[in-house]
């Protein structure tokens, strides 16, 4: 019997009439593989995947497969998006076994959930040396009937390996102006000059190395820094990694020149990088980072936007061609024929030099993934425009592809920061009203009457897993944002209990973090990992919230946690800044101070505005007025009004400077 059909997950859901007898992650099934004295199957993947659709279609959904596979296992199917705990211990007992990762994951375990045999995609038959999803299952099941203690000493050896592996503090002391250097240097080293970004093929988007590069520059003045995270956002903005007609960013280039995107679309990747263009052009007034941050605002709002106000996780990469086929990126490429039957040959022939549509296509069977290769010279804004719109409409009438509409807390608080500053920087009231939207969704439905912060939820309906560290810290670092933005100090107070957890659940001895909770459910190694992935780190992204609350109140303890959990980066970015960008972002507030701002005046005033366009990395801003602004903002305490007009208070290192009414001032004291 398949166990999938009332979970909340729509990858689950995505399985739900497999002819594979399903169980979702828990005791049940580990007990159900004991009564039967069979080894468990566990497969991880998401609903955005491409290889988990084609292993589900070949595999999941052949009956004959099926059929062994209910005979001799317990199959359990995972949502990583849901489970990130699940999946990371496995992922590292994978990578450490094989050299690699990925999903979808395939590991089999014994009943005590202990890994012995590791995978990622499958084939249906044997392929470039790989054997059959068929003779992996069959090669498992004997050995578990006929060499069942070989299996137990493999699966002893890899969870004492797992256990060795438990991290310590780091490093002594906070990261300082010589990690901030080597780092910078470790980054320029790696940098593609040619064609922006970092390291080769496949090309990641940067968005916590691009922050901490825009953040270095604001405090020190660094060129190079600034270059670096200029240029890649430009050959991003220009590439097809960037969607030329809907905006929004695909999850990752499969070349290094970010022409062929992996076609999904995440929520984390568009609030991240939303947020990166916002700061760019905070840092240069560049025009095109402001389109870019406002067309990636729309974006998220136009297709990601629940009818409970979140944000949904994704856009898969796959949806129906022409001819019905379930292809990888149909929705969004283009051939020159397809380019005449919209527009017409002139501006067919128009279109396609001005987005790189050629004859030979950049993707498959002569399609081209639109892009803007730059060469065609001057060109008439006012026929771009009316080109996009009508191949925009064009495209509109294309199967789009599907949507995973579940609402993950950690993704939110990431949208929730960019929409707010967004709209903030560039005039939009709307934007801010849709992070509003989303944080309200967050602590009606993700916290409601537990009082712990929910994974995840769907249809407003939370989900029944528990949040991680990373959840905790980015929704803080979101409230933190509207905080700022709207001057509501409920914002500051939702973060102060949501790090106060991260302080009595998440945080152990000399500082270090753990990306579960104490009392959360107990796997074969507790996880913990202070790297980035496609998101901060939960170690890095609750290190700045902590630092941030500190600010705004004055916490000793929230301030002494930062720093303790910084300590790793002080060990790891000199090594490897690539991968643990947000850490030295938030290392560059604090070496910053960072500043403390607090506007004795007007929400969305003058003074309020050139507060929240300063450059000082990681500043605080707090505006309100009228005598129950310092009920909202402890900043906002004995904060007066000079010569009755607008006034603001700049301080750090528990020095202030002259309260200033001026705000070209104020400007020049952040580093605008």
Same mark, same amino acid.
């Given at each position: ?74 199959? #359990? ?176 280039? #499969? ?59 994704? *856009? ?186 991260? *302080? ?116 605080? #801003? ?13 900043? *906002? ?36």
């Amino acid at each position: 019997m398949n166990r999938l059909a009332g979970v909340t997950s729509p990858y689950l859901l995505q399985h739900a009439d497999n002819p594979v007898d399903w169980w979702p992650w828990g005791a049940d099934a580990f007990e159900e593989a004991k009564r039967r004295d069979v080894p468990v199957l566990l497969s991880v993947g998401y609903s955005a995947c491409h290889w988990c659709h084609v292993m589900a279609h070949e595999s999941f959904e052949d009956d004959d497969t099926a059929a062994y596979l209910n005979a001799h296992f317990v199959p #359990v199917k995972v949502d990583r998006e849901e489970r990130p705990d699940v999946d990371a211990v496995y992922m590292e007992a994978v990578q450490a076994a094989t050299g690699h990762g990925g999903w979808p994951m395939t590991v089999f375990l014994t009943p005590d959930a202990e890994p012995f045999y590791f995978g990622t995609y499958f084939p249906p038959e044997p392929r470039h040396g790989s054997p059959s999803f068929q003779q992996v299952l069959e090669g498992v099941t004997t050995a578990w009937t006929d060499r069942r203690e070989e299996v137990a000493e493999v699966a002893g050896r890899i969870v004492a390996d797992l256990a060795g592996r438990s991290l310590v503090h780091g490093g002594d002391g906070v990261p300082g102006e010589s990690e901030a250097a080597q780092a910078l240097l470790g980054l320029t080293r790696e940098y593609d000059e040619q064609h922006g970004g970092f390291g080769g093929a496949p090309k990641f988007p940067p968005a916590m190395a691009v922050e901490f590069l825009l953040r270095h520059y604001a405090r020190t003045g660094a060129e190079g820094a600034l270059q670096m995270a200029t240029d890649t956002c430009a050959a991003m903005a220009r590439g097809g990694i960037y969607d030329q007609l809907g905006g929004g960013f695909a999850r990752y280039s #499969v070349d290094r020149e970010w022409i062929v995107p992996h076609f999904e679309k995440m929520l984390y990747d568009n609030a991240l990088l939303c947020r990166v263009y916002a700061h760019l052009w905070r840092a240069t007034g560049s025009d095109e980072a402001r389109r870019i941050a406002l067309e990636t605002a729309d974006f998220m709002v136009r297709e990601l936007r629940t009818a409970e106000g979140g944000f949904a996780s994704a *856009l898969d990469a796959d949806s129906e061609d022409a001819e019905g086929r379930h292809v990888e990126g149909a929705f969004y490429v283009w051939t020159p024929e397809q380019l005449r039957e919209v527009l017409g040959e002139d501006d067919a022939a128009f279109a396609a030099a001005y987005f790189g549509v050629t004859e030979e296509g950049t993707f498959e069977e002569g399609a081209s993934v639109l892009r803007l290769p730059g060469d065609t010279g001057p060109v008439d804004a006012a026929r771009v425009a009316g080109v996009r719109a009508r191949l925009l409409a064009a495209r509109d009438e294309r199967p789009h592809p599907g949507r995973d509409d579940k609402v993950v807390a950690a993704w939110n608080g990431l949208a929730i920061a960019a929409l707010a500053e967004t709209g903030a920087y560039f005039d939009r009231p709307d934007l801010v009203e849709r992070a509003t939207e989303a944080a309200d969704l967050l602590v009606r439905v993700h916290l409601g009457e537990v009082a712990r912060l929910t994974r995840t939820s769907k249809d407003g309906r939370a989900g029944d897993n528990a949040g991680v560290l990373e959840d905790y810290g980015d929704v803080a670092e979101g409230f933190l944002a509207l905080a700022a933005v709207t001057g509501e100090g409920a914002w500051l107070e939702f973060a102060g209990f949501l790090l106060d957890i991260v *302080l009595e659940q998440f945080t152990g001895e000399g500082g270090q973090l753990y990306d579960t909770a104490h009392d959360a459910e107990q796997l074969i190694r507790r996880p913990q990992d202070p790297t980035d992935s496609a998101t901060p780190s939960g170690w890095t992204a609750a290190a700045g919230a902590l630092l941030s609350y500190a600010a705004y109140t004055g916490s000793e303890a929230h301030r002494t946690a930062a720093e303790g959990a910084l300590g790793v980066v002080k060990a790891l970015g000199p090594r490897v800044p690539r991968f643990v960008g947000w850490g030295l972002a938030v290392a560059e507030a604090l070496l910053d101070g960072p500043r403390e701002v607090a506007v004795a005046g007007p929400v969305g005033g003058e003074l309020h505005r050139t507060a929240l366009l300063g450059r000082s990395p990681g500043a605080v #801003v707090a505006a309100g007025e009228g005598p129950g602004a310092g009920a909202e903002f402890p900043l *906002l305490v004995d904060r007066p009004l000079v010569g009755g007009e607008p006034t603001a208070y700049v301080c750090r290192h528990f020095v202030c400077d002259a309260p200033t009414t001026d705000a070209g001032e104020l400007a020049a004291k952040l580093g605008g």
